[in-house]
């Protein structure tokens, strides 16, 4: 059954974290549009230097999560950064789990659940810089490659990305799950 995902990402997003999710849903036949708060391209960080410019499927003035089937949200330390204070960006994301849409969010990714009031009681991981933020926001934190609550996929770096590829592809299959109001 084809499925279409939506990648939130914007400017500084860890390249390895949009790239290899987008092409692992498209080995599944499926469609993934990166979504952004503008149009155009948004310039990847790739380690330690800005990477290559991705092109802009749509705005998020363009789209929104009935559109969807599942949503990825790509880490980098400046893209959730700058998400996390978009308030459409936050209502894209809480419409996905009022929804109970499959949720996938790597490295410093689950920072826009925290603005999105997201992720109290929830089973999670991320990148270490976070561990705190995430707690502090009542996630139930754990170092693990990857930890899965409910829909919500988590991940803590690069390194994880086979884990993480795996398992989102496996909750999106799995369909909708229990919705989360907020």
Known sequence: MSKKIAILATHGFEESELKSPKEHLEQQGW???????????????????????????????????????????????????????NEKAIQFVKDFFTAGKPVAAICHGPQTLIDADLVNGRKMTSVKNIKHDLINAGAIWEDSEVVTDKGLVTSRTPEDLPAFNKKMVEEIREGKHEPVSR
């Open 31 to 85: 469609t993934a549009h990166i979504i952004s708060p503008k149009a155009g391209t948004i310039k990847a960080w790739a380690e330690k230097n800005w990477g290559k410019e991705y092109d802009v499927d749509f705005t998020l003035d363009e789209v929104s999560a009935s559109d969807y089937d599942a949503l990825v949200l790509p880490g980098g330390v400046i893209n959730p950064d700058q998400l996390r204070v």
